[in-house]
């Protein structure tokens, strides 16, 4: 009889960076991270029937509002190394405090078509009801899907699956806190199987250099009745700003003057602090609007948050990326221009890029 032919199960690497996920009672009074990547793969119940190869990587074991750029910039390294050696996916276990920022800049890092899966917990180990090991199995699952391909940076909580893009936490303790507020999940893992409803328009990633310099990037929230001291000061210290403004993009009259003479020394972009919605760009025409602050150079972000827009101005910066190049980048991030304005080439979608990090002339 003819043999019958097999399919080798797919390989999903896991890294653990620690977080809510990997946390439970040590020496210290509350919970920390303690569990190892191992232990938490090794309490999914179901996964040995899931028929994938799963490996595990003890990265890091640190709080996700402790976590770094310089983590997360040397795990996407490490993530592009596994996939490159064969893994299908990659997943990734972290604090859920930082999980909006990290998977974003894990997006813009990531230039393979393999997925990489960002999950956490809402709920440590030592609690009833802890949601750790269904979201990694989620996450695997997902991971291990030809479906995921050519997605970029996924989130997988609560059986949703997200774009790292879109997606932004939003209750400090439910379980179902991610959401995708302006575009929803982009799909679901449904009875162990990720099934898809839409998929990201385009890739827009960001090649990295050898050696990236360190930029400092603020985040100021305006507030009612704001003091432009308090921005000053902060201004000072700053290689890049995102300023998340009322409404549409709107500050108080009195800091018209310093963001003024601010945008023309650093790029200043200009978001909204609403938690969905864009900014405008010719509506409203009174002193700090958004038509007067745009005018003013300030770089508007569209739909982007002022979380996202803080880690692409970072990352842009640590590229040495020329100013023109800065404000197509956040345009095209923010839905106000067409992808084929985006100063790099899009990632191949097989085999290992080689992209330099030199932008469209």
Same mark, same amino acid.
């Given at each position: 009889?003819?043999?019958? &032919?097999?399919t080798?199960?797919?390989?999903?690497?896991?890294f653990g960076?620690?977080?809510?996920?990997?946390? $439970?009672?040590?020496?210290?009074?509350?919970?920390?991270?303690?569990?190892?990547?191992?232990?938490?793969?090794?309490?999914?119940?179901?996964?040995?029937? %899931?028929?994938?190869?799963?490996?595990?990587?003890?990265?890091?074991? =640190?709080? !996700?509002?402790?976590?770094t750029?310089e983590?997360?910039?040397?795990? %996407?390294?490490a993530?592009?190394?596994e996939?490159?050696?064969g893994?299908?996916?990659?997943?990734?276990?972290?604090?859920?405090?930082?999980?909006?920022?990290?998977?974003?800049l +894990?997006?813009?890092?990531? =230039?393979?078509?393999?997925?990489?899966?960002?999950t956490?917990?809402?709920?440590?180990?030592?609690?009833?009801?802890?949601? !750790?090991?269904?979201? +990694?199995?989620?996450?695997?699952?997902?991971a291990?899907?030809?479906?995921?391909?050519?997605?970029?940076?996924?989130?997988?909580?609560?059986?949703?699956?997200? @774009? %790292?893009?879109?997606?932004?936490?939003?209750?400090? $303790?439910?379980?179902? $806190?991610?959401?995708?507020?302006?575009? !929803?999940?982009?799909?679901?893992?449904?009875?162990?199987?990720?099934?898809?409803?839409?998929?990201?328009? #385009?890739r827009?990633?960001?090649?990295?250099?050898?050696?990236?310099?360190?930029?400092?990037?603020?985040?100021?929230t305006?507030?009612?009745?704001?003091?432009?001291?308090?921005?000053?000061?902060?201004?000072?210290? #700053?290689? !890049?700003?995102?300023? @998340?403004g009322?409404?549409v993009?709107?500050?108080?009259?009195?800091l018209?003057?310093?963001?003024?003479?601010? %945008?023309?020394?650093?790029?200043?972009?200009?978001?909204?602090?609403?938690?969905?919605?864009?900014?405008?760009?010719?509506?409203?025409?009174?002193?700090?609007?958004?038509?007067?602050?745009?005018a003013?150079? +300030?770089?508007?972000?569209?739909?982007?948050h002022?979380?996202?827009?803080?880690?692409?101005?970072?990352?842009?910066?640590?590229?040495?990326?020329?100013?023109q190049?800065?404000?197509?980048?956040?345009?095209? @991030?923010?839905? +106000?221009?067409?992808p084929?304005?985006?100063?790099? &080439?899009?990632p191949?979608?097989?085999?290992?890029?080689?992209?330099?990090?030199?932008?469209?002339?």
């Open positions: 009889m003819p043999s019958t &032919p097999t080798s199960a797919p390989k999903v690497v896991v960076l620690g977080g809510t996920i990997a946390m $439970t009672s040590g020496t210290r009074e509350g919970v920390s991270p303690i569990l190892s990547a191992r232990d938490l793969v090794d309490a999914v119940p179901g996964l040995a029937s %899931a028929r994938i190869d799963v490996e595990v990587v003890d990265f890091r074991r =640190r709080p !996700g509002a402790s976590l750029f983590d997360v910039t040397e795990l %996407a390294t993530a592009t190394d996939l490159a050696a893994a299908t996916g990659v997943v990734v276990t972290q604090g859920t405090d930082t999980i909006e920022e990290t998977a974003y +894990l997006d813009l890092l990531h =230039r393979r078509a393999e997925p990489v899966v960002v956490g917990a809402m709920r440590n180990p030592t609690m009833a009801g802890a949601d !750790g090991p269904a979201n +990694l199995l989620a996450a695997i699952q997902t291990a899907s030809p479906a995921a391909r050519a997605q970029g940076c996924l989130v997988v909580l609560a059986d949703e699956v997200h @774009a %790292a893009r879109w997606v932004t936490k939003t209750h400090s $303790t439910h379980g179902d $806190t991610f959401r995708s507020p302006d575009t !929803g999940p982009i799909g679901a893992v449904v009875e162990g199987a990720l099934r898809l409803l839409t998929c990201v328009p #385009c827009l990633t960001i090649p990295t250099l050898a050696q990236a310099a360190r930029a400092r990037v603020g985040l100021y305006v507030s009612l009745d704001e003091d432009p001291t308090l921005l000053d000061a902060i201004s000072r210290h #700053c290689d !890049g700003l995102v300023v @998340a009322f409404g993009g709107h500050v108080p009259e009195p018209v003057d310093t963001l003024s003479t601010l %945008a023309a020394r650093i790029p200043v972009v200009l978001a909204s602090r609403t938690p969905a919605g864009p900014t405008l760009t010719r509506t409203y025409g009174f002193p700090g609007s958004e038509q007067d602050l745009l003013r150079g +300030l770089i508007p972000a569209g739909w982007l002022p979380y996202k827009a803080r880690i692409l101005l970072r990352v842009l910066l640590n590229a040495q990326v020329e100013p190049y800065i404000a197509s980048a956040i345009a095209v @991030a923010g839905n +106000l221009d067409a084929s304005s985006w100063p790099w &080439p899009a191949p979608l097989t085999g290992d890029p080689t992209e330099t990090a030199t932008p469209h002339a």
